[in-house]
């Protein structure tokens, strides 16, 4: 069954780090993939996603992310964090099975960015 | 343009009550899905429905039930609520071109926060 792995749960930033969390997932097929953001209160929004192509892709408020095909891996990444990148963030992955798709998301990482 | 929305915001039951968790969308998904999320869990697939009178089970779909009547709604129902399913329960939906091919994000509801007592 496939499965998606985010590395870490809780991450503290100060203001201007920079970022990177961890996504690995496990399906051998075709597969898209997707990272979420959950800020304080609200539902989920799309960050950025990734079907074919440029393996680099950036979403919005200047995040990225890099699909390694070889390591089953979507990091996602932003040079320089800023306090209201505070927010829980979600990698999912979908894969093509039985001819229907099921979106399976990781645990989350919840970041904290400190001014 | 509403998108997604549910109702309600927040629900406490007791033991053993019954409830319908409410989902509608007005942007002509065929695609609808509803999501628990838990802490240090993400979200998990509860059932899912690729079009009008097609429903189809997720990852933890036991002591849930769901039926497509319309393109617009999908229900979530709980028959015999238990203290396990206290969560946040979200639905979102997706335009799908094929059946087999959902590249779309989602479009998130802002979320039922049940408890369960």
């Known amino acids: 069954a496939q499965s998606v792995s985010q590395h870490n749960h809780h991450v503290i930033l100060s203001e201007a780090a920079s970022l990177e969390l961890g996504c690995n997932y496990s399906y051998g097929g075709t597969v898209n993939l997707f990272w979420y953001v959950q800020y304080p209160g609200q539902h989920l929004q799309l960050l950025l996603k990734y079907f074919s192509g440029d393996p680099l892709v950036k979403g919005i408020k200047g995040f990225e992310a890099e699909f390694i095909k070889s390591k089953f891996s979507f990091n996602l990444r932003k040079p320089s964090v800023q306090w209201s990148d505070t927010a829980e963030y979600f990698c999912?992955?979908?894969?093509?099975?039985?001819?229907?798709?099921?979106?399976?998301f990781g645990a989350g990482t919840r970041l904290a960015v400190h001014p | 343009n509403a998108g997604v929305t549910q109702t309600p915001k927040f629900q406490v039951l007791k033991t053993g009550q019954s409830m319908t968790l409410q989902c509608a969308q007005d942007m002509n998904h065929e695609y609808m899905s509803w999501y628990r999320q838990d802490p240090g869990m993400g979200l998990r697939l509860i059932h899912y429905?690729?079009?009008?009178?097609?429903?189809d089970q997720g990852e933890v779909p036991n002591g849930y039930n769901v039926s497509r009547s319309t393109t617009e709604d999908f229900p979530l129902r709980l028959l015999s609520a238990a203290p396990s399913q206290t969560s946040v329960y979200f639905c979102a939906s997706t335009r799908a071109t094929e059946q087999s091919s959902y590249n779309s994000p989602l479009h998130f509801g802002n979320g039922t926060r049940l408890t369960v007592t």
């Open positions: 999912a992955v979908n894969a093509r099975s039985g001819g229907y798709n099921k979106l399976i």
């Open positions: 429905s690729v079009g009008a009178g097609i429903t």
